[in-house]
């Protein structure tokens, strides 16, 4: 069992940037991939970045890529998703979520078993 809770959400101008932070409780959070859901108003959830229990192995969705930073300190229990450039397309709630023992990412959002809240991400033009 594996409870996430988001943070790091709020209001920027385009071209900010902010630091999402999801901390994971459960003891098998360090053997354990994760990965980061968006969803806007009236569109479908949908993946932007994933990472691989060890962390040597990450996915980003084309939208994102070269802006958006994923990572994870498996000490602190924490995976981050660092956001530059940011765009006022990238305005939608964040959700972190991780697989039931699997240690490699996956891209779909059937493949995660647990979800945080989200936190609301908007950002302005």
């Known amino acids: 069992q594996v409870q996430l809770v988001e943070s790091g959400g709020g209001l920027v101008q385009a071209g900010g940037s902010l630091r999402l932070s999801c901390a994971a409780s459960?003891?098998?959070?360090?053997?354990?991939?994760m990965g980061w859901f968006r969803q806007a108003p009236g569109k479908e959830r949908d993946i932007v970045a994933a990472?691989?229990?060890?962390?040597?192995?990450?996915y980003y969705a084309d939208s994102v890529k070269g802006r958006f930073t994923i990572s994870r300190d498996n000490a602190k229990n924490t995976v981050y998703l660092q956001m530059n450039s940011l765009k006022p397309g990238d305005t939608a709630v964040y959700y972190c979520?991780?697989?039931?023992?699997?240690?490699?990412?996956?891209?779909?959002?059937?493949?995660?078993?647990?979800w945080g809240q989200g936190t609301q991400v908007t950002v302005s033009s």
């Open positions: 459960g003891r098998t959070f360090s053997s354990t991939a």
């Open positions: 979520a991780a697989p039931e023992g699997r240690t490699g990412w996956g891209t779909l959002e059937y493949e995660y078993d647990y």
């Open positions: 990472i691989s229990w060890s962390g040597d192995s990450t």
